[in-house]
C-alpha cells in the first residue's frame, strides 16, 4: 500500500497540483490585500464609508444600533452577507485582470507546420510530400 501511494504521490499531475495550490495560497494573499488595502478603501469614498456589518435583523424583535450591541442574540446578518458577495466580486474582476494581462505576455505558439495538402484534381487531403495522389491517382507536382 505505501509503495502504491508513493506512486501516486509522486506522479507528475500530483505534483502539479501540488504546486500549483501553493502557488494559489500565495496569490490568494496577493490578492486579498490589493482588495482590502486598496480597492475597498477607495470604494469607501464613494459609498461614504458604509459598514455592512452593522446590517441585520434581530431575531428577538429587539432594536439594535450595531451588532456588538446584539451579541448573544440570534441575527440574521445580510449586510456581512452582502458585503462578502462585493468582496468576491471584486476579487473575481480583479483575478480576471491579473490572468488577462498574465496572458498577454505569454508568446503566441507558431501554428504546426502542414502535413497534408490538397490534391489539385479531386481535392482530396494527401501527404505533403506525395507525388502521386491515392485516391485519384493523378500526378501531383510539389
Do not use: P, Q, W
Given at each position: 500500500?505505501?509503495?502504491?501511494?508513493?506512486?501516486?504521490?509522486?506522479?507528475?499531475?500530483?505534483i502539479d497540483l501540488a504546486v500549483g495550490i501553493i502557488i494559489g495560497g500565495a496569490f490568494n494573499s496577493?490578492?486579498?490585500?490589493?482588495?482590502n488595502d486598496i480597492v475597498m478603501p477607495l470604494l469607501g469614498v464613494f459609498t461614504k464609508n458604509i459598514n455592512f456589518s452593522d446590517w441585520?435583523?434581530?431575531?428577538?424583535?429587539?432594536?439594535y444600533d450595531t451588532l456588538a450591541e446584539a451579541e448573544g442574540v440570534a441575527v440574521v446578518?445580510?449586510?456581512?452577507?452582502l458585503s462578502n458577495i462585493l468582496n468576491f466580486i471584486i476579487m473575481a474582476f480583479v483575478v480576471f485582470i491579473i490572468v488577462r494581462w498574465i496572458n498577454k505576455l505569454r508568446k503566441p505558439e507558431a501554428p504546426a507546420a502542414p502535413t497534408t495538402k490538397k490534391c489539385p484534381y479531386c481535392y482530396s487531403d494527401i501527404?505533403?510530400?506525395?507525388?502521386k495522389c491515392s485516391?485519384?491517382?493523378?500526378d501531383v507536382t510539389k
Open positions: 500500500m505505501l509503495k502504491e501511494f508513493k506512486k501516486f504521490a509522486l506522479r507528475g499531475n500530483m496577493i490578492v486579498n490585500s490589493l482588495v441585520f435583523i434581530a431575531l428577538d424583535g429587539g432594536n446578518k445580510y449586510g456581512l452577507f501527404h505533403i510530400d506525395a507525388t485516391h485519384c491517382t493523378s
